[in-house]
């Protein structure tokens, strides 16, 4: 779901049945993201889970340090954080509203809901909020 709203909202130059292939969706990853797109994602934790619960106090630590060494040497414009616990447990705070935050630096942060829950008008809004920013800056 989540590569349909990203090309819903302009940030994707690509034909969304291409993104139901596997094979064409892993080629736009790992071939245009970056390159092409100026988009990146980094996970706190890698590995997979069906739910937050199911990981581990402090398993996400490195995952913050490679996060925070990533924004401090790529420089990005924006960083967007997908869900609340995602941002809460970067700065381990406990509180906060979606939409524009404290920045990370130079980087401009955002948190957007989660794609799969709620209508996807909203993320495809908040993307757009996002391109738009990114496109000013």
């Not at 736009?28 to 990146?40: G, H, Q, S």
């Not at 970067?90 to 509203?97: I, K, L, P, V």
């Not at 524009?100 to 989660?114: A, C, D, R």
């Not at 008008?121 to 000013?136: I, M």
Request: hydrophobic share 40%; charged share 30%.
């Amino acid at each position: 779901m989540f590569w349909y709203l990203l090309t819903r909202a302009g940030l994707l130059d690509e034909v969304e049945s291409d993104l139901k292939n596997d094979e064409l969706l892993k080629h736009i990853y790992e071939n245009r993201f970056v390159p092409k797109y100026a988009l990146n994602f980094i996970n706190l934790v890698d590995r997979p889970t069906k739910d937050v619960t199911e990981l581990k106090k402090g398993e996400e630590q490195a995952g913050i340090e490679r996060a925070l060494e990533t924004i401090r040497i790529r420089k990005p414009k924006i960083v967007c954080f997908i869900g609340k616990i995602t941002l809460n447990i970067f700065r381990d705070s406990r509180t906060c509203d979606y939409g524009w935050q404290e920045n990370i630096g130079n980087s401009k942060v955002y948190l957007m809901h989660f794609p799969i829950r709620g209508p996807a008008s909203v993320r495809v809004r908040e993307l757009c909020e996002l391109k738009l920013a990114s496109d000013e800056a």
